[in-house]
């Protein structure tokens, strides 16, 4: 079975995709323009489906947990960075990669800071 589901970003850039065209598959109209998403469309596959099961929980953390079969701790820090991604968000720079980044002299300092406080 193949995921049918939107891709979030632009696999070439990473940018944020939109919808340009719309068809019926029983008439085949078209609509063309440019259409926003929705925004749990465009989560990331592992965060759909952390929001699909959060909702067939009704939002019970508990239960949650018991079907990913990890601590609460780790369900809870889950659904915070699944509620960061839909707000939009920047996810926290990974420290070890902005040091590697300024120790190969990609960035100098001052960006190495910026980044580290989530800039």
Known sequence: MTDSSIPPKCPSCGDKLIVVKLQCNSC?????????????????????????????????LKQVQRKLGVSYPTVR??????FSELRGDKPPQDSSEVL??????EIDVDTALKLLAGE
């Not at 590697?100 to 002299?105: C, E």
């Open 100 to 105: 590697k980044k300024l120790s190969n002299g």
């Open 28 to 60: 085949d109209t078209e609509i063309n323009g440019e259409f926003d998403l929705c925004p749990v469309c465009t989560l990331e596959r592992d965060h759909r489906e952390l929001f699909d099961l959060f909702l067939e929980a009704r939002g019970n």
């Open 77 to 82: 820090l889950r659904i915070e960075d699944m």
